[in-house]
T-cell receptor, first 112, second 117 residues
Framework: EAGVAQSPRYKIIEKRQSVAFWCNPISGHATLYWYQQILGQGPKLLIQFQNNGVVDDSQLPKDRFSAERLKGVDSTLKIQPAKLEDSAVYLC??????????FGPGTRLTVT | AQTVTQSQPEMSVQEAETVTLSCTYD???????LFWYKQPPSRQMILVIRQEAYKQQNATENRFSVNFQKAAKSFSLKISDSQLGDTAMYFCAFSRGSNFGNEKLTFGTGTRLTIIP
């Protein structure tokens, strides 16, 4: 069974630029999560989808971050414009009810 | 809101020895799950072990076991016969509710574990 796929693995941008990350969850997993992991900290949930509906986006900085999950499968997370404090690893995870969350390899974003 | 605290930023132990990582949490929920995740340098989060709060018996997975003290809100991870491949960041995490497949994880700040040959 293929795992959670994410791309790109690394991205370097200048502040005020925009960037987008892509996630393809495990086939059949209805729930998809985006976490932000700042260096030295544990991951923090940005947004949770159930199929293509948003369950929790209370921690998403909506003035600059947006996310969508069209057709309830893959998802994109966008930052526009990026700030220095957005430098982090962005992790995508997916799950089935009653089962664990499976994580992708993450995208390391550096904002200069 | 839930909080998870890991008070040991770094630990190291000789190969084949036993090591215990500490975690405390705070919640007003009655139904919840606790987890230990491993994050090697590859960044891939891997589930090590899971504990259901309603179960009194401590979870065990091969060389990994937990000491779950519900009243004290403590959840430690014991790694026996440590191996070089255990070197990684370890995160304690909390998930509320009775359906952990649909609930977000709240993570601690992690413990960097190094196994010394």
């Amino acid at each position: 069974e293929a795992g959670v796929a994410q791309s790109p693995r690394y991205k370097i941008i200048e502040k005020r630029q925009s960037v987008a990350f892509w996630c393809n969850p495990i086939s059949g997993h209805a729930t998809l999560y985006w976490y932000q992991q700042i260096l030295g900290q544990g991951p923090k949930l940005l947004i949770q989808f159930q199929n293509n509906g948003v369950v929790d986006d209370s921690q998403l900085p909506k003035d600059r971050f947006s996310a969508e999950r069209l057709k309830g499968v893959d998802s994109t997370l966008k930052i526009q414009p990026a700030k220095l404090e957005d430098s982090a690893v962005y992790l995508c995870a997916s799950s089935l009810p009653e089962y664990e969350q499976y994580f992708g390899p993450g995208t390391r974003l550096t904002v200069t | 809101a839930q909080t998870v605290t890991q008070s040991q930023p770094e630990m190291s132990v000789q190969e084949a020895e036993t090591v215990t990582l500490s975690c405390t949490y705070d919640t007003s929920e009655s139904n919840y799950y606790l987890f230990w995740y491993k994050q090697p340098p590859s960044r891939q989060m891997i589930l090590v072990i899971r504990q259901e709060a309603y179960k009194q018996q401590n979870a065990t997975e091969n060389r990994f076991s937990v000491n779950f003290q519900k009243a004290a809100k403590s959840f430690s991870l014991k790694i026996s016969d440590s191996q070089l491949g255990d070197t990684a960041m370890y995160f304690c995490a909390f998930s509320r509710g009775s359906n952990f497949g649909n609930e977000k994880l709240t993570f601690g700040t992690g413990t960097r574990l190094t196994i010394i040959p």
